[in-house]
């Protein structure tokens, strides 16, 4: 069983920054491509900002610029850097990785965090 840990989300005023940290933890041998997704109310979920496992990345165009997605394989986390918030980013955000427990690749999700960004 794997389990992802988040943490960093809040409330910032726009123009600001925060650092969402995922975690993960369990029986883990290894992790293909870790990403972030976002889901504000009355909108379907949107991928972020995506990794794979040697560090090609890939941002959704409303982020492109401001946020930076990063990864310490040592610690099985994945990071956003998000800069230069604005009150469109407000959103539930969800990380996933696609790992391999031993038995089979599958994609596992966190809980999520509330980001909000005040005007």
């Known amino acids: 069983q794997v389990q992802l840990v988040e943490s960093g989300g809040g409330l910032v005023q726009g123009g600001g920054s925060l650092r969402l940290s995922c975690a993960a933890s369990?029986?883990?041998?290894?992790?293909?491509?870790m990403g972030w997704y976002r889901q504000a109310p009355g909108k379907q979920r949107e991928l972020v900002a995506r990794i794979t496992s040697v560090g090609s990345t890939n941002y959704v165009d409303s982020v492109k610029g401001r946020f930076t997605i990063s990864r310490d394989n040592a610690k099985n986390t994945v990071y956003l850097q998000m800069n230069s918030l604005k009150p469109e980013d407000t959103a539930v955000y969800y990380c996933?990785?696609?790992?391999?427990?031993?038995?089979?690749?599958?994609?596992?999700w966190g809980q999520g965090t509330q980001v909000t960004v005040s005007s």
């Open positions: 369990g029986s883990i041998f290894s992790i293909a491509d």
């Open positions: 996933s990785m696609t790992a391999y427990s031993g038995e089979y690749w599958r994609a596992y």
